[in-house]
């Protein structure tokens, strides 16, 4: 029979191999010096942006990196720290990240992974400037529309202009 905390660890480790399976990617955070209540409300954020911030033991965490073959990331694990596993969008997360970076300066950003590639507090700063994926939808929008738009205005200039020159054949022949 298994003790409760070898549950608690096996359960754990489980949990971090599920998310990340069906996660696009992670940030590993180190949070020593950040209080309680602003660790709560980062959960919270996060979890608005369909991200979820786990809090495990290094060794568990290292572990489960290990089954996972995310071994780039082992030693990023070393003091507290968080796992932050995003699923939809990597630059909401990296904004949210960042900004709560800014007000509460024990925030250590170590790296992470996004779809199977490893990356760095540079490249986490860099994902946090990016529009949103709306922002960019709406970008492309415009920018397919503006050639078609011009077209059907030229479409519209020759069809006047047709116009304009039946009716004046129209006035000289009734004249």
Same mark, same amino acid.
């Given at each position: 029979?298994?003790? /409760?905390?070898?549950?608690? $660890?096996?359960?754990?480790?489980?949990?971090?191999? !599920? %998310?990340? $399976?069906?996660?696009?990617?992670?940030?590993?955070?180190?949070?020593? @010096? &950040? #209080?309680?209540?602003?660790? #709560?409300?980062?959960?919270?954020?996060?979890? @608005?942006?369909?991200?979820?911030?786990?809090?495990?033991? !290094?060794? +568990?965490?290292?572990?489960?990196? $290990?089954? =996972?073959?995310?071994?780039?990331? +082992?030693?990023? /694990?070393? %003091?507290?720290? @968080?796992?932050?596993?995003?699923?939809?969008?990597? /630059?909401?997360? #990296?904004?949210?990240?960042?900004?709560?970076?800014?007000?509460?300066?024990?925030?250590?950003?170590?790296?992470?992974?996004?779809?199977? $590639?490893?990356? *760095?507090?540079?490249?986490?700063?860099?994902?946090? *400037? =990016?529009?949103?994926?709306?922002?960019?939808?709406?970008?492309?929008?415009?920018?397919? !529309?503006?050639?078609?738009?011009?077209?059907?205005?030229?479409?519209?200039?020759? =069809?006047?202009?047709? &116009?304009?020159?039946?009716?004046? +054949?129209?006035?000289?022949? *009734?004249?």
């Amino acid at each position: 029979m298994k003790k /409760v905390g070898q549950l608690v $660890k096996e359960a754990s480790e489980s949990r971090i191999k !599920n %998310t990340f $399976k069906s996660a696009q990617g992670l940030i590993i955070v180190k949070y020593s @010096g &950040v #209080s309680s209540p602003d660790m #709560s409300s980062l959960r919270k954020t996060l979890k @608005g942006s369909g991200a979820d911030l786990f809090v495990v033991k !290094n060794s +568990i965490a290292r572990r489960a990196m $290990k089954d =996972l073959g995310l071994d780039g990331l +082992i030693p990023a /694990v070393e %003091t507290p720290c @968080g796992m932050v596993f995003f699923k939809d969008e990597p /630059v909401d997360t #990296s904004r949210i990240l960042c900004a709560f970076r800014k007000e509460h300066e024990k925030l250590v950003l170590e790296g992470g992974m996004l779809q199977d $590639k490893l990356i *760095t507090l540079k490249d986490i700063e860099l994902m946090s *400037t =990016l529009p949103s994926k709306d922002v960019l939808r709406g970008k492309v929008v415009v920018a397919l !529309n503006g050639p078609i738009a011009k077209f059907v205005i030229v479409l519209n200039a020759t =069809l006047k202009k047709l &116009v304009v020159c039946l009716d004046q +054949i129209r006035q000289k022949k *009734t004249s």
